[in-house]
């Protein structure tokens, strides 16, 4: 039985490796593990006060790590970094990261759970979501646990490839708005109308929970409790729910909008020339192997094959 389910397993690796084409397949195996050679010299420079959140667990921490790296590279300063463990983290992974980023918080799932099970107490559509589903950690989780009033949430999927001019602008700057990257396509849970008509909220279009620029009070859990109670956000794609309440809250907020769209999201095999990053979501996911760890290598790891 040990012997069939291993042959088994090989052929399912097997299968996904083809489909992703030599070049993605050599960097997922090759580079990918790379990245825990990366250091960043200027630890005793002072960080920049906004915290960067990023919520990992055993599947994409390398990726994490990835995306950390080539933010740290391209910002070319130092910042609070604050790991959430979506309840999978190898010990080892949590151990690298703090080896990478000394600075770094990391808040195990058994200790966030701990809190947030009393904190989203009053909010039981809340608390019921983030039990169902680890996304519900990025917005719960990352606004309660941030200590200042504005932060930055980045998914583990993301990879810089130049000076975030826009993103810089707004952490030096003194201001209550919120901005995200802009989606290849709708992608929120209710409609504009709906939004409206129940909640009272002009809803932004196109929002993508890539890369946010939050200000802490504009994500109201009480307003996210009566959305997932009043309307039918919940039934639909539960992966997209935490996307629609951060569109809905910075909605409501009114300050802030969508990043250029240099800050890129799409399913093209190619990153635009111009792009300063890109989010390589589900559907694109290889090309963050094929074509965003082949682009950077160069730029962050010193040891060139």
């Known amino acids: 039985m040990a012997s069939s389910n291993s042959l088994a397993r090989l052929w399912r690796l097997l299968r996904r490796d083809v489909k992703r084409g030599f070049a993605a397949s050599r960097h997922y195996y090759r580079t990918l593990p790379l990245i825990t050679t990366w250091s960043w010299p200027y630890w005793s420079e002072k960080p920049n006060a906004i915290p960067i959140h990023v919520l990992t667990g055993a599947d994409d921490w390398l990726l994490a790590a990835w995306m950390l790296a080539s933010w740290f590279h391209f910002t070319e300063q130092g910042w609070q970094v604050v790991i959430h463990d979506d309840g999978s983290l190898p010990d080892a992974a949590a151990k690298t990261f703090l080896r990478m980023w000394p600075r770094a918080r990391i808040i195990a799932r058994a200790e966030?759970?701990?809190v947030m099970e009393r904190a989203l107490t009053a909010f039981p559509?809340?608390?019921e979501f983030r039990r169902t589903h680890p996304l519900g950690l990025r917005i719960f989780d990352t606004t309660y646990f941030a200590e200042g009033e504005r932060l930055l949430l980045v998914d583990s999927d993301v990879l810089f490839f130049r000076a975030p001019?826009?993103?810089?602008r707004w952490?030096?700057?003194?201001?209550?708005?919120?901005?995200?990257?802009?989606?290849f396509e709708e992608g929120a849970l209710i409609t504009a109308s709906d939004a409206e008509t129940e909640l009272e909220v002009r809803l932004w279009p196109r929002v993508n929970s890539g890369i946010c620029l939050l200000f802490k009070p504009a994500i109201d859990f009480d307003f996210c409790d009566r959305a997932l109670a009043q309307t039918s956000i919940l039934r639909g794609h539960l992966g997209r729910v935490e996307q629609t309440l951060f569109a809905l809250c910075a909605s409501r907020h009114g300050r802030g909008g969508l990043l250029p769209k240099s800050y890129e999201v799409s399913l093209k095999?190619?990153?635009?020339?111009?792009a300063i990053a890109r989010h390589y979501l589900g559907a694109v996911r290889d090309r963050f192997y094929g074509e965003g760890l082949k682009r950077l290598r160069g730029e962050l790891l010193i040891d060139e094959e």
């Not at 001019?165 to 810089?168: Q, T």
């Not at 952490?171 to 989606?183: K, P, Q, R, V």
């Open 171 to 183: 952490t030096d700057a003194s201001n209550d708005e919120c901005w995200f990257n802009e989606d």
């Open 269 to 274: 095999k190619r990153s635009a020339r111009d």
């Open 112 to 114: 966030a759970d701990a």
């Open 125 to 127: 559509f809340c608390l």
């Open 165 to 168: 001019g826009e993103i810089l």
